[in-house]
């Protein structure tokens, strides 16, 4: 895909899921933004900024367990600080941010729970778009939430919603249908 596609892709991607979503009475799509903590400058790609530079976005610093060890002792400064670099290259509405390791899955409890928080808050649900550059670590760190999204009560709780809401569908839809 050529440079020049990538925020018209991403905005489409967010175009659709919020015709979809708020046909639906979901709130707008947060962006979930993962930065390589070792390669800031990349990871705030101008092509990406400009597709979510009005979204609500979450920031998820990735590998930070590559940082030196006394990193753990300054997350809060790295914090600002990320929020600093995010807003001079332009990104606006910052939700929250996160540092974590993907790879060793550290600091994932508090993205999952955010996101359960992000999703549930609505009681139709609101939509996640992840986005990053290249080996930024977007496939680890999908890989690495997912099982505990899958896990938590809450989201067990959103599924059998959304199952029992699907099957009711479907047999107002067949119900329909017999009728006719």
Known sequence: MNKSTIPSTIEKVFQKSIELGLSKGRLEPVALLIVDLTDISSSFCQEVIQSIENKNVMIIGNKFDVLPPDSREHENRIKAWLKKQAKDFGVNKIHSIHLVSANSKVGLGNVIESIISIVTRSQKGRDIVVVGVTNSGKSTFLKSIIPGLLKSKKSQN?????????????????NNNKDN
């Open 158 to 174: 959103l599924i059998s919603e959304i199952e029992k809401r699907k099957e009711k569908e479907r047999n107002e839809r067949f």
